[in-house]
Every structure is written in C-alpha cells, then in structure tokens.
C-alpha cells in the first residue's frame, strides 16, 4: 500500500514497495511534476540514484489530508493550506485567490465591505410590516393554552380513555406546542440590523465575520509559492 511520507521542502509522495527496490515520487518545488526517486532500483528511463534516506519518520495515513485519490474543491477548502501539495498539470500556475477575505492585508487602503445583514434586516422589516409580531399578551394565552392540553392529556390517561380518545388530545397538545413556539420565534425578530454589546453583530451573516473584497492575492499565492514555485494570479482585486 501506498504510505505518505512528511515532506522536506515541498514533497515527498507516495512509497509503494516491492521487492529489493522502493519508490519516492520528489518534488523540490521547482516545477509540478514529479521525479521517481529509485532506492536500489535499475533500467529507469529518468533515474536519481539514492545514496543516503534519512528516516524522519512515517506519517499515520488515517490522519494525512490528502489520500491518494481525486479531491473536491470543497474538500480542499477546509485546508487550504495542503491544496498546493495537490496534483498540478501546467508548467506555471494560475492561483485562484479569494475574492472575499476576512484580512485586511497589510493595510493596503480602504475595503468595500461584504455582507449579508442589510439584506436581511430590510426582510424582516417588510416581515414585521407585513405581519406584526406576537405581542405578550399573545404568548401568555398560548402558554395558557399549552398548558390546558396538557392537562386535558393527563386527565385522559388517568381515566384510562380510548387509545383513540388520547391520540386525538395529544394531537391538539402538539398543535398548541408548535403555535407557541412560532409565536416565540417571532417575538424575537427585531427591525434593524442586529447588534451586541452595541456593535454590528457579524456572526448572524452568512460569513459569521467581518468580510471584504480583498485588495490583495498575496497571502494565498505565497503558499502555493513555497510548493510550486512557478506560480502567478490577477485577482481580482478591489
């Protein structure tokens, strides 16, 4: 089986072994491609004889990130930093680099800000025009209500009613529940956009942060720069 081994300085890859001889796919980072390495191998058409491996240590192949097998974008995005260790095709690389950021990279000016909150405060605000939100008086009679159900289910089971007697009553005491449970969900939308400790409260948006158009690729394309170091990007930026 193919075992991962930690890379030096850009990568070692898969060591499948066999016989007298095994196999290291290394890259020095200076191009994407791979080169064989063959320790006690021969007849190789591109062949970098091995005279000393030092043994750092193995790599525990439940735990690597990266299997050898084709990996999702989506995948790769939860380590970003491994996806320049990844398969490559071209000569020079083109890096995709974040539109939206959370970093203000290195000061460079001012960013134009991305979210999500205005949008869905001026929802809830035609919401709450559209339809008021439950006042207290509103709440307390649901509660009231809850509590009566349950009791008329109680009552029943004490009296030792009809199955279908209770399954009707518990029917209405979920009924009741549920209208409760809308009627505090919607007490608890606010017009504006929403705030804590008298601050924009960024976690309820869509990035859960203060986010930007960024201003700059170069923190991702250093990554990929100290894998491959063919690397370049345009952007965008803002």
Known sequence: MAEPVRPSRSGVGSRPVGGSFAFLELNDGSCPANLQ???EGTKQRVELRVENVHHVGPVDPAKYPLPKTRLTL??????VHFRPRTNTKHSFLYIHTPIVTTSDCEGA??????TTLIGDAEKVEKELIKNPPPS??????AKALVKEKGEAVAQLKSAKAGKAEIIASVAELNKAKENLSRLEERSKLKPGIPQKDGKIHYSQGVFARQAFLTVSGQLQV???GCAVCSVYTFG???
């Open 74 to 79: 989506e995948f790769l995005r939860d380590i």
């Open 37 to 39: 390495v063959i320790v």
């Open 109 to 114: 000016g001012e960013m134009f800000q991305v």
């Open 136 to 141: 207290e008086a509103d709440i307390e009679a």
């Open 236 to 238: 965008p930026t803002f």
């Open 222 to 224: 250093k990554t990929y």
